[in-house]
């Protein structure tokens, strides 16, 4: 039928870890109740679609990676489109709605989806519906699920301006002809009934479904805590609601046990970024005292025997296994402990509903279970409301049924993200909360994400050290909750600190430390260098660095080079060279005294510090942040930015801190320039743009 047709829409995806994946698959599950048709495609299937020819409205989901890279499926997209030869009309056929997803605790938030927004901008297309950004800081789903609920006005809004321009909007139906075809403007009040009034049936599954039930016993309800809710427990009016959830999503992996010999894959085979290096852990420090609010490890990896390179600055990436004790448990939850070291083969089902299901790339064809659980799921990850959907289905009591039909509910949408994403629930929080529920290994592999390896900052240099990798990180710890009794260390630095705990160094030794006891252990690396966070090709150009608490790791490195360079060449001439460093107490976290020795053979010139949990004596307080300690060189730092074309670079662990420093940058710019803050605001713009001003970043 002509109109069936003219309800198709692209949907193309660009994901790095799944999740733009797995949302644009729930829109092409929602477009067919919707009455729309989504033609779904990953962006790097370029030759199954055609921006140049699209007539029919696209819809992107766009994932940001890095430090505010498009994922690795859109490079070629992003590559394609950012050919300067296009003329600025190229795009000016299409229309196109934008979901980006990004997390604002990393400095260039969304990033991939904003470059690709501008670009097909630039180039003349459309947006038939505004641009999404959702922020994993704070949850994704606050943005992406009213975001999915506006697009099916939006895309109807944008069909009919298509068939206006086409001679045709007769044909359209079931659009009120008071619609506006402005297609900025989303209506929200048609659109909440719209979602209130969803009772859609779907080819024998429900596609949004309205629960009429009204309250029922759950199964935990002591009187003292009747009028608060909890993880497990509803008060109304969510516990009186009529609830709307999302679709059940379909299964679609089905495994089988063999219980047979045989090897595990090599991790390599998990790693699709590029080559992966097993190698040694030849040292490893404790930096910070025994009374310090966290703990700091330096690890020394022995990459002698490897190609592997980098340059200070770079950073690469740990695969880490989830918890052993976890994975143990989880195995025992399921009642599959005696099946730990069964082969598993992992298989699509032939007839699942699910449109384009594949084999999950980080599943191994054929593995152990214990290894599938250890190295491949992230087990920590915060269950989506489709898993708990999911799980609703493997839940044999009443009242747990109904709990987590709530938790996943539109109804119940801020108790979601009260008791699971703000208290970091994982899947074994869940099945403790709930003992019903027994989910299978196949939701398992579907719903949980890929464990990713994690990313850490080089620091050392290879000149200074050949065939020496150090690394500094942070014992990450989450303390227990309300909602999760007992505490946890993260994931890649609670086993890293496990690994070493038998080779630990005392703090003093670190730069003068030499062999140490002589370990076994080793762990798989792999390499994801960094375009611009490295020193200036030219040694004469000054540069300031800031890198409060594991912030200083990078720079370390960056110093070392400078040291061996200074010896190599004493015909060179070399820049100033500035550190900005802060912790919080003196002798308990003051991760590198060390730098005091490139002070003194003169490869740093100037060495700040401050602490900001110290006490002083003195009549006016000493700065607490480095940002403070910064504004007091304001001449230094303008006269290096300004006159001398130097650098300045940022490295630490809280977006507070860099955007912290980066505004007492634009003061001292506009003091030192005599130009107002919006004016010292674009010079840093032209000095972030000239990559003169370098931020790395993480949480
Ligand atoms: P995870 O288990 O992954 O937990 C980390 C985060 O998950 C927490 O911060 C928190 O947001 C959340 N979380 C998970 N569970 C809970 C819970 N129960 N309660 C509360 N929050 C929870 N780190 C360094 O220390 N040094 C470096 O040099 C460094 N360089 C980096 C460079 C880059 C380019 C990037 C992107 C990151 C870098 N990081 C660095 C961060 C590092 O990659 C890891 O994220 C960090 O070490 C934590 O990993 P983890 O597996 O131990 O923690």
């Not at 947006?127 to 697009?151: K, Q, R, S």
Request: glycine content about 6%.
């Amino acid at each position: 039928m002509c109109c069936d047709l003219k309800r198709r829409f692209l949907l193309l995806y660009a994901t790095q870890k799944g999740q733009a994946k797995a949302i644009a698959e729930e829109i092409w599950q929602q477009a067919n109740a919707h009455g729309f048709e989504a033609d779904m495609h990953c962006i790097s299937e370029m030759d199954k679609y055609n921006l140049e020819t699209e007539k029919d409205p696209v819809v992107i989901i766009i994932s940001t990676t890095g430090t505010g890279d498009p994922p690795d499926t859109a490079r070629k997209f992003v590559k394609k489109i950012q050919d300067t030869t296009l003329p600025p009309h190229h795009f000016a056929h299409l229309q196109y709605g934008l979901l980006g997803l990004g997390d604002s605790e990393y400095t260039f938030f969304c990033n991939g989806g904003k470059t690709v927004d501008r670009r097909l901008q630039e180039l003349g297309a459309q947006h038939f519906y505004d641009t999404g950004l959702a922020d994993d800081c704070v949850g994704l789903e606050l943005v992406v699920d009213p975001w999915i609920d506006g697009l099916w006005l939006a895309l109807r809004e944008a069909l009919l301006l298509q068939k206006e321009k086409e001679g045709m909007s007769s044909n359209v139906d079931a659009v009120p002809s008071s619609l506006s075809a402005a297609s900025h403007v989303v209506h929200e009040l048609s659109l909440s009934s719209e979602v209130q009034n969803l009772k859609l049936e779907d080819e024998g599954t429900r596609s949004s479904d309205v629960l009429s039930q009204k309250s029922v016993d759950i199964n935990i309800v002591p009187s003292a805590r009747d009028s608060e809710p909890s993880l497990v427990h509803s008060v109304p009016p969510v516990s009186q609601s009529a609830l709307s959830i999302p679709a059940l999503p379909p299964e679609y992996i089905e495994v089988q046990f063999q219980d047979t010999h045989g090897e595990n894959p090599h991790l390599s085979s998990l790693i699709s970024e590029g080559a992966t290096f097993e190698v040694p852990i030849t040292k490893a420090v404790q930096l910070t005292r025994e009374d310090a609010i966290k703990t700091a490890l330096l690890l020394e990896l022995d990459i002698a025997d490897t190609v592997f390179d980098y340059q200070p600055g770079d950073a690469f990436c740990v695969v880490c296994p989830n918890n052993a004790s976890e994975v143990e448990e989880l195995l025992q939850i399921l009642g599959l402990s005696e099946k730990g070291e069964y082969f598993v083969c992992v298989k699509v089902k032939q007839d699942t509903k699910k449109k384009g299901a594949v084999h999950p790339q980080h599943i191994p064809e054929r593995s152990t279970l214990r290894f599938i659980i250890t190295w491949c799921l992230e087990i920590r990850a915060i269950p989506k409301k489709a898993f708990l959907r999911a799980l609703v289905e493997c839940t044999s009591d009443v009242g747990e049924k109904r709990r987590l039909q709530e938790l996943c509910s539109r109804q119940g949408a801020s108790e979601y993200t009260r008791f699971i994403r703000d208290c970091n629930i994982c899947l074994l929080d869940l099945l403790h909360a709930f003992p019903s529920c027994k989910p299978s290994l196949n939701l398992l592999i579907e719903h949980l994400p890929k464990l990713q390896a994690r990313y850490y900052s080089v620091s050392s240099s290879n000149l200074y050290q050949p065939g020496k990798l150090w690394f500094v990180f942070n014992i990450v710890e989450f303390p227990a909750c309300f909602a999760r009794p007992v505490s946890r260390k993260g994931v890649c630095t609670g086993w890293l600190a496990e690994l070493v705990a038998p080779l630990l160094h005392p703090h003093r030794s670190i730069l003068a430390a030499k062999g140490g006891k002589p370990s076994t252990e080793k762990i798989s690396i792999f390499a994801r260098p960094n375009n611009t966070f490295h020193l200036p090709a030219d040694p004469s150009v000054p540069i300031i660095m800031v890198g409060p608490g594991t912030g200083i790791s990078p720079f370390i490195g960056f110093l070392q080079h400078r040291q061996k360079l200074r010896e190599e060449h004493t015909d060179w001439e070399f820049g100033e060279t500035w550190v900005f460093f802060g912790c919080r107490h003196q002798d308990r976290d003051y991760l590198f005294k060390q730098l005091r020795s490139f002070l003194e053979n003169g490869t740093l010139t100037h060495l700040k510090v401050c602490f900001s949990r110290d006490s002083s004596t003195a009549e006016v307080a000493p700065p607490k942040y480095v940002q403070d300690v910064i504004r007091l060189y304001a001449k230094d730092v303008a006269r290096i930015l300004l006159k001398e074309r130097g650098y300045f670079y940022v490295c630490g662990d809280k977006k507070g801190m860099a955007d912290g420093v980066s505004d007492a940058v634009v003061d001292i710019l506009s003091m030192e320039m005599e130009v107002d803050r919006l004016e010292a605001m674009k010079i840093l713009a032209t000095l972030r743009e000239a990559k003169r001003y370098l931020q790395d970043v993480w949480s």
